[in-house]
């Protein structure tokens, strides 16, 4: 995979993708990174990228000229078949105002062969940008970050470690949190960790006591059955305190609702 992130601040990239999973699969030749920064598309003496809004109000916004100059230099344009999501590739636009990323779209974005990462800054991007060069818009969660810097970053990673090699046991990467229970229906099951689009089951390791802190029994005695059993209904308790909403009905087995029903009885 190809990916280009487009930025006034190129030099923000030098730490965060020189790390863990990131680095290897860069190293491995799996994912490709270009920072290209946004001033170079600027032509006036100052290399401005920004300015007042029309029609008044606070803030500055950044320009769309030497955005679409930026990208139109790496042979792309508002294409209909790249929008239509019919080619193997995406312009992306960070904005507070974008779809939440979610692990389905990583799964999704993880499939192409290119991404295109244009992080906004200040109080936002001309909408013209996001009209017709973006084929989306993606936000990182709902917060308000100071620019699409970190939210690039994460998005790099986050689709990084799905594709193929870049991870050493591939079956780690669809046994976590937020894996649908369709991703893991479509395979047979490799081992007891399923999430099945649940916040994670609680890990432990040795020693099985530390400071009067025990391990769980069940987990110590081998039977996979009861281990199974066990995370599953370890994962729904915690996704029940921290994330309700992700608590989907339709989602859920009749195992699961047993083992909801039982959590429910005893809290």
Known sequence: MKVDIVTIFPDFFRGPLDYGILRRAREAGLVEVNIHDLRQFAHDRHRTVDDRPFGGGEGMVLKPEPIFECIESLGLTAHPDRIAGRAAESVILLSAQ?????????????GLKRLVLICGRYEGVDERVGQYLADREISVGDYVLSGGELGAALIVDVVSRLLPGAVG????TRQESFTTRAELESERPQSTC?????????HYTRPAEFRGMTVPEVLVHGNHEQIRRWRRSAALEKTRRNRPDLLDPARLSAEDRTLLAEIERES
Do not use: H, I, V
């Open 98 to 110: 974008g779809q939440k990323l979610d692990q389905n779209q990583a799964q999704e974005l993880a």
């Open 169 to 172: 046991n591939a079956a780690s």
């Open 194 to 202: 399923t999430s099945g689009g649940l916040l994670d089951y609680p």
